[in-house]
């Protein structure tokens, strides 16, 4: 399977190289067609005869996947491809020719043979694809399937939502979800981790162990918070909707304040603890993730605009910086009305959806769902 992975980037690469030679000369762009062809003259070239080895469908696979970097770059939704190392594309994907055993938990592959995987789910519907991929020291099988579903019915109330760096979720209805803050818990311990692997010589064999643990640490971080997040969103959409966010720009948010030489910026390692802080919370998976499941039960995500939520009265509508003077306690200055400030912010994000409903208008960010989301299978092999 390595040998497979390695094959699938030195194609991706080769492809990409060739593309960009072509396009310092002024030549037209290849499309998947004319690479297939050059392909074919590399798997029979005697500088590269181990691409033979590897499964025609699998580097034919890569190639696809090079277009369509290509196609995102050219409608302006991802950067120019960049050239993949190990650890970056550790992955192949076969289109057809895929045998599932659903009852004994096994899957064919091509030029695999049977091989067993930790089945957590049965897997429903005709397999269209499979893709293997390397994450961590774990090789995981990606199944994509196609079926026919009923339509959704949304069950529950309509409910707004204010996201936080002390409460990670606060709803409208009054009901808070506490952080998780996986990366603070295991903050001391990485940077322990960091400075062992510092003091080695790099790439010896203790460095390489060394590392190994950091790698380790960042993976059980990721999985702690990924965890957390699919529980969070699917609570929510299965007892909502009709679900209204705040239409954040997290990468906006999260951008440094260090400034340059010449204009230095001010409060840099109070805007950094901030920004850590939020990037730790996952505020933009979060959305993501509740978006294709509102989607998945038939309900609503509706994204509004986040100005004054936290400073507009419920009661009086009031709008003054002076009604939050703390982080936590909102007390509008005109009416004296008290609450807790996440509450508050809440609760005008669910106003605000209604009125944007009302109008027939909606707010989505660029990575709102466009179509129909398509089920997809993971489990590791055993």
Not at 7 to 27: H, I, S, T
Request: proline share 3%; charged share 25%; with cysteine.
């Amino acid at each position: 399977m390595r040998q497979f992975a390695g094959a699938c980037r030195f194609v991706y690469n080769k492809a990409l190289a060739l593309q960009k030679a072509r396009r310092e000369v002024g030549e037209k762009h290849l499309g998947y067609a004319s690479l297939c062809k050059h392909l074919t003259e590399w798997r029979s070239s005697a500088e590269t005869p181990w691409l033979k080895e590897a499964h025609s469908q699998i580097v034919q696979q890569a190639l696809k996947d090079l277009e369509r970097a290509y196609r995102n770059f050219f409608e302006k939704r991802a950067a120019f491809p960049k050239f993949k190392k190990r650890g970056q594309y550790d992955r192949f994907r076969f289109p057809q020719g895929i045998t599932l055993d659903n009852s004994n938990g096994r899957i064919k592959l091509p030029k695999l043979g049977w091989m067993r995987y930790r089945k957590s789910r049965d897997v429903l519907g005709e397999v269209r694809n499979v893709t293997v991929s390397l994450s961590h020291c774990k090789w995981f099988v990606s199944i994509q399937t196609e079926r026919t579903v009923e339509h959704a019915v949304a069950q529950g109330a309509a409910v707004g939502i204010d996201v936080g760096v002390a409460r990670f979720v606060t709803l409208s209805n009054g009901r808070p979800l506490e952080a998780i803050n996986s990366f603070r818990k295991h903050e001391a311990r990485l940077r322990r981790y960091q400075r062992r692997t510092s003091r080695k010589v790099k790439f010896s064999n203790n460095w390489k162990k060394a590392q190994a643990k950091v790698k380790n640490l960042h993976y059980r971080i990721a999985n702690i918070r990924k965890d957390f997040l699919h529980k969070a969103s699917a609570a929510i959409s299965k007892n909502h909707a009709l679900v209204v966010v705040e239409d954040l720009k997290v990468r906006n948010m999260t951008a440094s304040a260090a400034g340059t030489s010449e204009a230095p910026g001010v409060n840099v390692r109070a805007k950094s603890g901030l920004n850590k802080a939020i990037l730790d919370q996952g505020w933009s998976e979060f959305r993501r993730q509740l978006e294709y499941k509102m989607a998945w039960k038939g309900g609503k995500l509706i994204a509004v605009p986040p100005q004054y939520t936290s400073q507009i009265c419920p009661r009086c509508g009031h709008t003054s910086k002076d009604n939050r003077k703390t982080q936590a306690k909102f007390e509008c200055v005109g009416c004296g009305f008290e609450e807790h400030a996440d509450l508050v912010g809440a609760i005008n994000i669910l106003e605000r959806g209604y009125r944007l409903l009302a109008r027939g208008e909606s707010v989505q960010s660029d990575h709102s769902v466009k179509q129909e989301p398509t089920e997809v299978t993971q489990a590791a092999f055993a």
